[in-house]
């Protein structure tokens, strides 16, 4: 049976650094369809020529492979023109049997695109693409600055100074101020005044803060520490770009913030990389695996076998297993869930499990507009705890029980 086109005008590009290759089809009243080819360069004026000229078709669908970063300049002056192109996987359309070898790219996209083959990918608004730079540069300058906290430790160790072996957290408010000491020429005597509440005996603190630290060894550590202090100002100004851009969608991360494990920061870069319409990915199915943490599903025989998680979005799922460890420390179902899964499936997959749930919750969250309620949680009872002294001592003020009376 031969496949009947669905659509009477559609295109097909294929985008490279240097040049996008159009291939324009469409239905006439004749028998043959007509092919309309172009050849555009990839610089600004290029990029509008091309956009103007596919309009003009008028087309029912527009599609384009993923390839790297190149196709959202031309998709952004595309969305200008009132079209929204398809964004396809580049490895689902090669694995559409029946290519011929003398059919280029752009065509043999537009002849998907013509019978319904093709499905496109969640392209989020302009706003929230361009947003998406803030968080991911906040996602890399997060890793260096842990790159330098644990280059500063090492360091510190090759000159003899063995915080790490007394201290659990050599980057903590204490240890950081004793290493600052340190680097600003003091003594292990005068850094050891900033111990604080450290639980360590000051003993062997002393003896640990007490090593060869020479010039070159001061010079490297101070240039880390000046990175550092670089890098988290960088960060704050990003988190306040990021904030700021948010504005329209404040309602969104509020909702978000209702589920455990996730603060402001982590509810800002969830929107940007998801949006705010989960009518764009259809169910929570389709969203846990387009964010990768959907159980894999390899089954043969009638036997099950242990599948793996698809690839996705690197920077939603490193997200939300942060987010997963921290809803795991929480009281919440999710303390539970992870305890029991730890147990018998191990640490990396009780995470994943995690994450799994918050996604689908996130889903019905954005899509309900309602606020989280943990299953495990009594949240009468909490309200009534912290409002109960409060209406006490207001119903004794204006006499409507007795000064004696006690809860």
Not at 345 to 361: F, S
Request: charged content about 25%; aromatic content about 6%.
């Amino acid at each position: 049976m031969d496949i009947k086109p669905m659509y009477r005008c559609v295109v097909g590009m294929d985008v490279h650094l240097a040049v996008i290759m159009v291939c324009v089809i469409v239905q006439s009243d004749a028998k043959e369809p007509e092919v309309h080819r172009s050849e555009f360069g990839s610089f600004r004026r290029d990029r509008i020529a091309m956009a103007k000229w596919i309009a003009s078709f008028k087309p029912d669908v527009v599609v384009m492979e993923s390839t790297g970063i190149y196709w959202k300049s031309p998709y952004a002056f595309l969305e200008r023109e009132g079209i929204r192109p398809l964004v396809v996987n580049a490895q689902h359309v090669k694995k559409v049997p029946g290519r011929k070898t003398d059919v280029s790219d752009s065509e043999w996209l537009a002849m998907l695109a013509r019978s319904g083959l093709l499905r496109g990918s969640f392209i989020p608004p302009e706003k929230l693409r361009n947003l998406r730079q803030l968080s991911r540069l906040h996602h890399s300058l997060t890793g260096e600055l842990a790159a330098n906290k644990n280059r500063l430790v090492r360091v510190l160790g090759d000159a003899g100074i063995r915080i790490t072996v007394v201290v659990s957290d050599p980057h903590g408010v204490a240890a950081t101020a004793m290493i600052d000491c340190l680097l600003d020429g003091g003594t292990p005597e005068k850094a050891l005044e900033f111990a604080g509440r450290l639980k360590a005996p000051r003993e062997e603190l002393l003896a640990a803060l007490e090593g060869e630290l020479s010039a070159e060894h001061r010079y490297v550590a101070q240039s880390i520490r000046a990175h550092i202090q670089f890098l988290r100002g960088q960060l704050a100004e990003l988190e306040n770009q990021l904030y700021a851009g948010l504005q329209a969608h404040e309602g969104a991360m509020i909702l978000l913030m209702t589920i455990p494990g996730i603060d402001k920061l982590a509810a800002a870069k969830l929107l940007v990389e998801l949006g705010e319409d989960m009518k764009e990915f259809g169910s929570a199915d389709r969203l846990s695996k387009w964010c990768g943490v959907c159980p894999g599903n390899n089954e043969s025989a009638g036997k099950r076998h242990s599948g793996k998680t698809a690839k996705a979005n690197r920077y939603v799922r490193s997200t939300l297993c942060e987010i997963s460890h921290a809803a795991a420390r929480t009281t919440s179902q999710f303390k539970g869930l992870f305890q029991d899964l730890m147990a018998r499936r191990g640490m990396k997959r009780a995470i994943i499990a995690i994450a799994h749930k918050i996604v689908r919750i996130i889903f019905v969250l954005l899509s309900r507009k309602i606020p989280y309620q943990d299953s495990t949680v009594d949240y009468q009872a909490l309200a009534v705890k912290k409002r109960a002294p409060r209406w006490l001592n207001q119903l004794r003020k204006y006499g409507l029980m007795p000064a004696t009376a006690r809860p």
